[in-house]
T-cell receptor, first 111, second 117 residues
Framework: EDKVVQSPLSLVVHEGDTVTLNCSYE??????LLWYKQEKKAPTFLFML????IEKKSGRLSSILDKKELFSILNITATQTGDSAIYLC???????????FGQGTRLTINP | GAVVSQHPSWVICKSGTSVKIECRSL??????MFWYRQFPKQSLMLMAT?????????EQGVEKDKFLINHASLTLSTLTVTSAHPEDSSFYIC?????????????FGPGTRLLVL
């Protein structure tokens, strides 16, 4: 059965800190890994990763995938209070339509 | 682009009534729509996958007669919670993916909070 495990489950840091969120997975015939940010409502798309070693970047957020070790990290630099959210990692396998989500990491940025 | 809407955003109903939730892709055609539910402080749990013009595929443990899904067009899917009970109170979220091969990015609607009294 496909499985996604995120760590830590919860993280509290001060504004300006850099954080690294982890996502490890087991999936049959991996196709892609996606990161989402969920605030009070539904998740918003951040990144989709399909190739190993290629960093995707958007402002202060970046993510990279390691297909050999079956994990991905999401980095946020110079964190702001608006980064407080639940960050969800999900994977999809070849031929599959559905996303398998991890439990999420609840990130809290204190001023 | 890639905007998904849901209606209503909030619904409160009495036990035993049925509730319909609509999910629309506003600026793209979605071959596939997904319905999730999310309990407080938990991750998203996929309920069913809905392909336009065909029957929905339900996840294990999800009652298809209780959660009726209709995907009548490339821009609209509906979820009807029949004979709702308090344990059905939850946050229901739909998502849609593009009408394109190997396009697995899902775009989520804003969600519908259901409270059954």
């Amino acid at each position: 059965e496909d499985k996604v495990v995120q760590s830590p489950l919860s993280l509290v840091v001060h504004e300006g800190d850099t954080v690294t969120l982890n996502c490890s997975y087991e999936v049959t015939n991996f196709r892609s890994l996606l990161w989402y940010k969920q605030e009070k409502k539904a998740p918003t798309f951040l990144f989709m990763l399909t190739s190993s070693g290629i960093e995707k970047k958007s402002g202060r957020l970046s993510s990279i995938l390691d297909k050999k070790e079956l994990f991905s990290i999401l980095n946020i630099t110079a964190t702001q209070t608006g980064d407080s959210a639940i960050y969800l990692c999900a994977v999809v396998g070849q031929g599959a339509q559905k996303l398998v989500f991890g439990q999420g990491t609840r990130l809290t940025i204190n001023p | 682009g890639a905007v998904v809407s849901q209606h209503p955003s909030w619904v409160i109903c009495k036990s035993g009534t049925s509730v319909k939730i609509e999910c629309r892709s506003l600026d793209f055609q979605a071959t596939t729509m997904f319905w999730y539910r999310q309990f407080p402080k938990q991750s998203l749990m996929l309920m069913a996958t809905s392909n336009e013009g065909s029957k929905a595929t339900y996840e294990q443990g999800v009652e298809k007669d209780k959660f009726l899904i209709n995907h009548a067009s490339l821009t609209l899917s509906t979820l009807t919670v029949t004979s709702a009970h308090p344990e059905d109170s939850s946050f229901y979220i739909c998502s849609a993916s593009f009408h394109r091969p190997l396009q697995e990015t899902q775009y989520f609607g804003p969600g519908t909070r259901l409270l059954v009294l």
